[in-house]
């Protein structure tokens, strides 16, 4: 499965914006799918993953102000931001998802080019 995310651009602090991800390809079988980040000289981190319709999980510096969501008929994964912060300036990434023994999400597929978020003060 291929999955190619949008939505990205300049925002202010405080400011909202609201990714997409489509899917294509057979998604038949994965149940979940997830957003990550690669900040500037940082590794790529897990963000949010959401598992069927509606089960979500975040990482803790973006609860409260993201939600993830997915419109299964679309095949399409949703990521609103609010309440930006500069911290949250990056490259934003979806992919199909699993979890390992002790919880951690990982990505299954490959890397698409991923869309750049960039928050100004």
């Known amino acids: 499965v291929q999955l190619q995310a949008s939505g990205g651009g300049l925002v202010q602090a405080g400011g909202s914006l609201r990714l997409s991800c489509v899917a294509a390809?057979?998604?038949?079988?994965?149940?979940?799918f997830g957003w990550f980040r690669r900040a500037p000289g940082k590794q790529r981190e897990w963000v949010a993953t959401?598992?069927?319709?509606?089960?979500?999980n975040y990482v803790d510096s973006v609860k409260g102000r993201f939600i993830i969501s997915r419109d299964l008929s679309k095949n399409t994964v949703f990521l609103e931001m609010n309440g930006l912060k500069p911290e949250d300036t990056a490259v934003y990434y979806c992919?199909?998802?699993?979890?390992?023994?002790?919880?951690?999400?990982?990505?299954?597929?490959?890397w698409g080019q991923g869309t750049q978020v960039t928050v100004s003060s």
């Open positions: 390809g057979n998604t038949l079988g994965i149940t979940s």
């Open positions: 992919n199909a998802v699993d979890s390992d023994s002790v919880g951690d999400y990982f990505a299954l597929g490959p």
């Open positions: 959401i598992t069927g319709g509606t089960g979500a």
